[in-house]
């Protein structure tokens, strides 16, 4: 997506001439884009629209930034799309919240229950789960595993199958016992149909939660508007939680939920794991869906993770798009001291994804300790070198005895230096936000 934007952006710079075709036919290009990654038709037109209310024809044609203007823009927009105007509601730590958690059948509410309880938890609150799933055989085996794991108090039953029976002894009793944060876990089903919106209900009027969560599997596509909006038809949804994200899923289903419930995403999540949540932020991830990367988290990561005495020399390179065998060399080196795995770089598009795929994390760190033993064979001017043509055969040859490997893992190893030489050369010219500060064009 981000490829595309960008070359629309720069066919449109290099026009001599600015007038209304030009520009359309950038904003259809980046139209083209946006549907791509599954941002609903409706939202990419009335987007359309919009920036060409806003962008004055005059201000491209007087040779300011074009490309920046329009860039600005499009930015703009999507982040304003992803603001519904008011914040959900928020429940306070010491009075006693109900927050009741609805969805499709396998779209992670049961996963994102346990994981919003547990981040509370860690924040000092005392949450407890509440299983009304009484559909699914092994419901409530699932939530009582994830809460025995994460020490969450929980309540259930095997023989019950009234819901909002269950729903309303376990928030009762929890009531009773002081939990600030009471978490509803409810049944979905395959599809959207009539009984489970009923049973939705039955449970919202018996509990009254203060806070219903819509639960998106992010990788649904452009059915995402529709889904919401059936759910947002049936309950009073007050905010949206999108999992799932870590996948092949390409986000634009974030802005069709919030235009369908009018409710923010307050939470992504991000693996199967109680850690693998974030808080959602509208900027970064509006800058990830334009594939400008996430900034903001990318730039908190290198200050708590890249040495200090080496911050200032990564940055300038960075904003210089020049990327050495060197500086792979030494990215790989923090990777490795880093633990998990590409905490920093799996924010930057190409660095985790094809390099470091998640579930493979050995596998990965083997690979890079290989190129690594290559690299320590090759001679400082070959290391600093910004010039793809130096490496001939002859010095391949070179290395490979050297390193004690054959000339196809060399020549695999230059072949990954020269994809992440191109995904940096993209960054070129960026202006790098310092700490705190977000701008992400
Ligand atoms: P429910 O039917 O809505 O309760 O969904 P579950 O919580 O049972 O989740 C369905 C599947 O999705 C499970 O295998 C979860 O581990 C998985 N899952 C949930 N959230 C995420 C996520 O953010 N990322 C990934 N990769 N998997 C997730
Ligand atoms: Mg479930």
């Not at 960008?6 to 549907?35: G, H, W």
């Not at 109680?274 to 594939?291: I, T």
Request: aromatic fraction near 8%.
């Amino acid at each position: 997506l981000g490829g595309s934007i960008a070359r629309a952006l720069q066919q449109m710079s290099n026009a001599t001439i600015i007038d209304e075709k030009v520009l359309s036919e950038c904003l259809n290009e980046i139209s083209r884009a946006l549907l791509q990654s599954d941002v609903q038709f409706k939202l990419v037109r009335d987007m359309q629209a919009n920036i060409k209310r806003i962008v004055n024809l005059d201000d491209l044609a007087a040779g300011h930034n074009k490309r920046r203007i329009i860039q600005q823009a499009v930015f703009n927009e999507l982040c304003k799309m992803l603001d519904p105007g008011k914040p959900s509601f928020t429940p306070k730590k010491g009075k006693t919240s109900v927050v009741m958690f609805v969805g499709l059948q396998g779209s992670g509410k049961t996963t994102t229950c346990t994981k919003y309880a547990y981040y509370h938890q860690k924040k000092g609150w005392k949450p407890a789960l509440v299983c009304a799933d009484t559909f699914r055989a092994g419901a409530f085996d699932q939530l009582k595993q994830n809460a025995t794991k994460t020490k969450i108090p929980y309540y259930g039953s095997y023989m019950e199958s009234d819901p909002v029976k269950i729903a309303v002894e376990g928030v009762e009793t929890f009531k009773k016992e002081n939990r600030d944060l009471i978490i509803v876990d409810t049944s979905g089903r395959h599809k959207q149909e009539a009984a489970l919106f009923e049973e939705m209900r039955q449970v919202s009027e018996a509990t009254k939660p203060d806070l219903i969560i819509f639960v998106m599997d992010s990788s649904i596509g452009q059915a995402a508007f529709d889904q919401a909006q059936a759910f947002k038809q049936s309950v009073a949804v007050g905010a949206v939680i999108i999992t799932k994200m870590d996948g092949h899923a390409k986000g634009g289903g974030a802005l069709s939920a919030v235009a369908a419930t009018k409710s923010p995403v307050i939470f992504i999540g991000t693996g199967e794991h109680m850690e693998e949540f974030e808080v959602f932020d509208v900027k970064p991830f509006v800058s990830r869906l334009l594939g400008m990367g996430d900034w903001s988290g990318f730039m908190d990561k290198i200050h708590e993770v890249v040495p200090t005495d080496q911050q200032p020399e990564l940055l300038q390179k960075l904003s210089e798009g020049s990327f050495t065998l060197r500086l792979m060399y030494e990215q790989f080196q923090n990777i490795l001291k880093m633990g998990p795995i590409g905490q920093v770089f799996s924010m930057l598009p190409g660095f985790s994804a094809e390099l470091m795929p998640k579930g493979h994390e050995k596998e990965s760190q083997a690979k890079i300790k290989r190129y690594m033993t290559m690299m320590d064979s090759m001679t400082n001017a070959e290391l600093d070198s910004t010039n793809p043509k130096l490496m001939n055969e002859s010095r391949i040859m070179r290395i490979a005895r050297g390193s004690g490997r054959s000339v196809r893992d060399v020549t695999e190893m230059l072949e990954e230096y020269k994809r992440l030489a191109k995904i940096w050369s993209k960054m070129k010219g960026l202006k790098i936000p310092k700490k705190g500060e977000m701008s992400a064009l």
